[in-house]
């Protein structure tokens, strides 16, 4: 048959929240199903990627014929993810905890009547999409991000592909009327330099199919010219 869109390309696909400890029980985390990067690891291996997908815990079972790296914190998730380079697409589709608790108790935190509760001092966390979009030795080809956003869509996407060195940002609007968190539908629009394109209402996993498809097309238009 003919050759896969993909096949000899590396990928890379960050996907599902990140998880912060706070003591050996708590933690703080960001609400992400993994739904979409999962969907996009998938179609990305479809198309004859080879594909490394990092993931913070989701209820989602491996796609079949991709390599699963288990990872809990972002900055576990970034260390991943470098040591996945070089590869020739880079698509950051997790929900990175954007700060962490300073410093981890190895002890449980208890509860103490009458001292109220504890505060919780946070730092932040490493971006690992600016990371990798502004490497300075193996960026990939081609860096994508994603843009969640209740407000300003495209103004918040904007800033994001500039800011973080991203070629594109898959953004969507996340507002709960949406029903985009958790579930099976989005509604996305891809942020260039040179403009937006909206897609129309599809699955995650069309969302997947399509935005491999982009991948594979730029990718070969690059290497034409
Ligand atoms: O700034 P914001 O979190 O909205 O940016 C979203 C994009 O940045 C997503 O592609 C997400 O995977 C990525 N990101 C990251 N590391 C962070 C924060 C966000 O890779 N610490």
Redesign the pocket.
Known sequence: GAAKPLSGRKVVV?SGPTVEPIDPVRFLANRSSGKQGHAIAAAAAAAGAEVTLVSGPVSLGDPAGVRTVHVET?RQMLAAVEAALPADVAV???????WRPATETTAKMKKTPGSGPPALTLVE??????TIGRHETLRPRLVV?????TNDLIANATG?LTR?GADWIVANDVSPATGVMGGDANTVRIVRADGVEDWPTLSKGDVAARLVAAIAEALSKADAS
Do not use: C, R, S, Y
Request: aromatic share 4%; net charge negative.
């Open positions: 960050t972002a950051m589709a997790a929900a990175v905890a954007d966390n490493p971006d690992i999409l600016a991000g994603f843009a969640a956003e994001k973080k």
